[in-house]
């Protein structure tokens, strides 16, 4: 095997897509491997880490579809690399089972979603937040997901490097929500240097682990069991179905009671180390302006105008959208007297909002869903009604 | 064949009586018993493998005479 | 030889019915491991949904059950990751050939070093008799009440036709022959393929009236010749029987994906970012 190069350890700046920025942030965070299959606007992705791959002796894929994307990755993962996959919303239906999967088996992957406006094929060129709840709800069965959305390009190549990030510290699928607009913008960034990045590599099990004492799904404290490179001669089972901590199915109600609430509280009990956001509120700011990804944009953009003109308003951009915000929106609608939630959908996230807001504020949705982005100023308009 | 071994049911638990041990043996002394299945005459075992290569169930071993 | 090593003794009894032809398809696998000179801590066996399905949990590898029709392509997930380890996928005729059928013609496609093991029990058993894409025409099945109308597949004929470089078939009725198939589609360094042609005595015999383990052997038996004596029968004849044996055998191990791969992993690395 050819040893892993550090990826380009010299700080630079460069100009470059949305998709290429996860490209740069997936091998600055470790990833080694991608399986995908092309789709607009995310191929991009998937020809970049074609390219740059084989050069760090990382594997690239195009598989037959999108369903066996995501099943190589969450193999590549049972072996040992860091592994991500990336896809567009038709695409991204496809993956879901085999997400659900990976959630089961506790495997790190990412799994990128460009969206574009749907149902169905939809607008492929266009943007998009309509796989909001497709990435939380997506699935059969209650499950946790972790969800990002970057709103710039940087944030793109920041966002990634944390997925990478918090699927290896958690043992979970992470996937990172991009648009349309996000995906193909140009914007210059900063690639950071190889030793200012923190890097998470997964919990394994010690070097000289009794094969016949191992628990791949063992319950310690931190609900996160140790993981084994396939290979590593531990010898042990991973199933779809329900398991006891010997990986083994079980078909026990209490078996899948105590599985279902490690996999539920292994995220819940470290909220803060998930849950990531920026703000701009002020005392006497009596509207907020609350986004995620592209719009975001947007919103940030007429909130700093309205602002000049002594508008009471300021912006909340949430960069993890699932779990949700829950207690930071409560405390922000006791804070202020509206908040506005615009979205490139017919009014998905905003649902999480009123419920977490729960009477405390106004919320109001300013809602663009056939492929346009949310105008500044009709964010402005709104904001000068209510104000 | 080599000769010194014989046909033992090493875990007659797992014996599902289906009875392909039976249909398979040259000197016909398996049969299909109650629950599993038994050995009717082992001195006529020729240790041949037949049933222990084909048992489903992983019932049955070919050991060494010392061994039943 | 001890073949115990290679199951899971304590999940012992497995759950197959009465008669059913995996355990002997399992019972000849691990025997033919144990005379390669693979190493079990470097082998990975995958599966995916149905009777096949649980194949992976009796055997003491790394195993990896996965969802229906998909154990290809984690393997092939697998495999790439580390080449090293040798990759197994047991699969069902119904997880391989219909929900799966894709990523099963296109992992022969690429050639990449797998060693697939369908087992052909011609039904969906665990779900309750159901028609499969190995199911003869005008065969009775739950879902096929009043004759199956579909064609069945030549599944050989199909992943040989994809490029898989090593395709053989074998019966449970002669477990010394399955044993030699898949010793040589393990040694084979390329994509094999094995089907195995196993008999459900309860989800498909029961409904077919076809008897109990043992006369579905028989019939096994009479439906087969060996594959050089198939080849001498007429065009019609053949239509009769299913010939049994490596039914193809292409020795290249260059062309093998991940050494392709790696071929392209030196080639870049030889003369800087393209």
């Known amino acids: 095997m050819m040893k892993t190069k550090i990826f380009r350890p010299e700080k630079r700046a460069v100009l470059i897509q949305g998709d290429q920025a996860v490209v740069e942030g997936a091998l600055a965070a470790g990833v080694e491997f991608f399986a995908g299959y092309p789709i607009t606007p995310a191929s991009e992705i998937a020809e970049g880490f074609a390219r740059e791959l084989p050069k760090i002796g990382g594997k690239f894929l195009q598989m037959e579809d999108e369903i066996a994307g995501m099943a190589a990755v969450v193999g590549a993962s049972l072996a040992g690399k860091k592994a991500i996959t990336a896809t567009s919303g038709p695409g991204f239906a496809l993956k879901q089972e085999n997400l659900g999967f990976a959630t089961m088996v ?48 940087t944030e793109s190549y920041e966002l990634t490097i944390k997925a990478v990030n918090l699927s290896e510290k958690f043992r979970q699928p992470v996937v990172l929500m991009l648009d349309e607009v996000i995906g193909h913008l140009r914007e210059k960034i900063y690639l950071s240097t190889s030793d200012e990045i923190e890097i998470i590599d997964r919990k394994r099990p010690a070097a000289d682990q009794d094969p016949d004492q191992y628990l791949p799904y063992q319950l310690t404290d931190d609900l996160i069991p140790p993981m084994a490179d396939y290979g590593s001669g531990l010898k042990y089972h991973t199933s779809g179905l329900f398991h006891d901590q010997s990986g083994f199915p079980d078909g026990k109600n209490e078996t899948a009671k105590l599985m279902q609430d490690r996999l539920h509280n292994k995220l819940h009990n470290n909220l803060d180390q998930i849950i990531l956001y920026q703000k ?68 998905q996230l905003i649902r999480e909002v009123k419920r977490a807001a729960a009477g405390q504020a106004k919320v109001l949705g300013i809602n663009s869903y056939a492929g346009e982005l949310i105008k500044p100023e009709e964010i402005r308009a709104l904001l000068e009604e209510v104000l | 064949m080599a000769r010194g071994e014989r046909i033992q049911i090493a875990h007659p638990g797992w014996c599902k009586n289906c009875g392909i ?48 | 030889m001890d073949f115990e090593k290679y199951l899971r003794m304590d999940k012992l009894p497995h759950i197959w019915c009465p008669g059913c032809g995996h355990g002997t398809i399992l019972n000849s696998f ?81 050639n990449i070093d797998l060693t697939v093991i369908l087992f052909n029990n011609q039904i969906y058993g665990m779900t309750g008799g159901q028609f499969s894409p190995m199911t003869p025409t005008g065969d009775l099945a739950s879902t096929a009440p009043y004759g199956n109308i579909d064609q069945n597949f030549n599944l050989a004929e199909l992943v040989a036709g994809a490029g898989g470089t090593f395709i053989a078939r074998g019966a449970t009725f002669d477990p010394r022959q399955l044993k030699k198939l898949y010793l040589a589609a393990l ?32 019939k096994q038996e009479e439906d087969t010749i060996n594959f050089k004596k198939w080849q001498q029968l007429s065009t019609e004849e053949k239509k009769l029987k299913y010939p049994l044996g490596i039914l193809k055998e292409l020795d290249n191990p260059e062309s093998e994906y991940t050494v392709r791969y ?13």
């Open chain 2, 21 to 68: 041990c039976v249909s398979v043996c040259p000197t016909d002394i398996l049969i299909t018993g109650k629950k599993s299945v038994e050995i009717l005459d082992l001195e006529k075992c020729i240790g041949c493998h037949n049933c222990e290569l084909i048992c489903p169930d992983f019932v049955l071993k070919v050991v060494a005479n010392d061994e039943n």
């Open chain 3, 30 to 110: 691990i025997r033919a491991f144990a005379e390669s000179d693979f190493d079990q801590d470097k082998t990975v066996v995958i599966s995916g949904i149905g009777c096949s399905g649980r194949a992976t949990g009796y055997l003491n590898f790394d195993t990896l059950h996965t969802t229906h029709g998909r154990a290809i392509a984690f393997a092939t997930g697998v495999k790439m990751a580390n080449p090293e380890l040798n990759v197994i996928v047991m699969t069902g005729d119904g997880d391989g050939s219909a929900i799966g059928g894709n990523h099963l013609i296109h992992a022969a496609r690429r």
């Open chain 1, 280 to 347: 701009d509120i002020r005392k006497d700011d009596r509207v907020a302006v609350l986004s995620y990804g592209s719009a975001a944009r947007t919103a940030i953009s007429a909130v700093n105008t309205g602002r000049k003109d002594n508008l009471k308003a300021g912006w909340f951009k949430l960069q993890t959208i699932w779990p949700f915000a829950e207690k930071e929106v409560a405390e922000l609608a006791a804070q202020v007297e509206t908040i506005i939630v615009p979205e490139l959908n017919q009014g």
């Open chain 1, 106 to 153: 506790e495997a790190p992957v990412v799994v990128v979603n460009v969206q574009r406006v749907g149902p169905s094929t939809g607008l492929p060129t266009s943007p998009s937040q309509g796989d909001v709840m497709q990435a939380r709800w997506g699935r059969n069965g209650d499950q946790e997901i972790i969800a990002l959305a970057p709103a710039s390009v």
């Open chain 3, 187 to 218: 040694k084979h360094k390329g994509f094999s393929f094995v089907e195995s042609l196993s008999q459900c005595p309860v989800s498909y015999g029961r409904q077919n009236k076809a008897g109990d383990a043992v006369e579905m052997l028989k």
């Open chain 3, 262 to 274: 790696q071929k392209i992993i030196e080639q870049v690395n030889n003369e800087g970012a393209l």
